[in-house]
């Protein structure tokens, strides 16, 4: 399997723009998770989904940040507008409904900077 | 105070040395701790995986979680230079149902050869 993927790897952009990240899971994996890690706040959940369906979007910082899957093996994360306390690097995770060990499946994350 | 506590380092030894790498946590529910390890520009991947207390043990990397100071540990021994990456650890309740991980900021660890 090739992992969790996600699009673009890197993404620089200026404030007010709209950036929409891109996130594949492992095949077969029912849950979608969204985190951002910055050095001050670590990693950080945004959002997660079960089967496709949003479960919980409390970490999802204001309106600014959306988040949709349509379907089991894509899902984005959009900022619009985005400004410079955006910058991060957005992670996407996936796990199967059953696991002994909690195992999330990370992707190779997105670096966002917003000038 | 953030549930959970990790110094973020830098952690710098030689390489041979025994690493300790600690976690506080203040949520007295939380059953299931996890050491995720980072490489450098990478997602983290799950290193280490224990329920409740006690210790548990995987070649060279030795978790120990106690409950009742609320405090967990990753010990490294015989650390090598392909160990240096950001160390993370995480941990959630055990509540039925799925139950969100709540991770640490992470230690960098460097070994130097």
């Known amino acids: 399997d090739a992992g969790v993927i996600q699009s673009p790897r890197h993404e620089v952009t200026e404030m007010g723009q709209e950036v929409t990240l891109r996130c594949k899971p492992i095949s077969g994996h029912d849950y979608l998770f969204w985190y951002r890690q910055t050095m001050m706040r670590g990693l950080e959940l945004l959002i997660y989904?079960?089967?496709?369906?949003?479960?919980?979007d409390s970490g999802m910082p204001e309106d600014r940040f959306s988040a949709k899957m349509p379907n089991a093996s894509f899902s984005t994360l959009k900022i619009q507008p985005s400004e410079p306390r955006d910058s991060a690097v957005y992670f996407c995770?996936?796990?199967?409904?059953?696991?002994?060990?909690?195992?999330?499946?990370f992707g190779p994350g997105t670096r966002l900077t917003v000038l | 105070q953030k549930e959970v506590e990790q110094d973020p380092g830098p952690l710098s030894v030689p390489e041979g040395a025994i690493v300790s790498l600690n976690c506080t946590y203040s949520?007295?529910?939380?059953?299931?701790f996890m050491w995720y390890r980072q490489y450098s520009r990478k997602g983290p991947e799950l290193l280490m995986y224990t329920y409740s207390s006690g210790n548990k043990e995987d070649g060279r990397f030795t978790a120990q979680v106690d409950k009742s100071s609320k405090y967990i540990s990753l010990f490294i021994r015989d650390s090598q230079p392909s160990d240096s990456a950001t160390y993370l650890c995480a941990m959630r309740t055990g509540n039925t149902g799925f139950q969100k991980l709540v991770f640490g900021t992470g230690t960098r660890l460097l070994v130097s050869p």
């Open positions: 995770a996936s796990r199967p409904r059953q696991t002994s060990t909690d195992t999330q499946y």
């Open positions: 989904f079960n089967n496709n369906v949003p479960i919980d």
């Open positions: 949520n007295s529910a939380f059953q299931y």
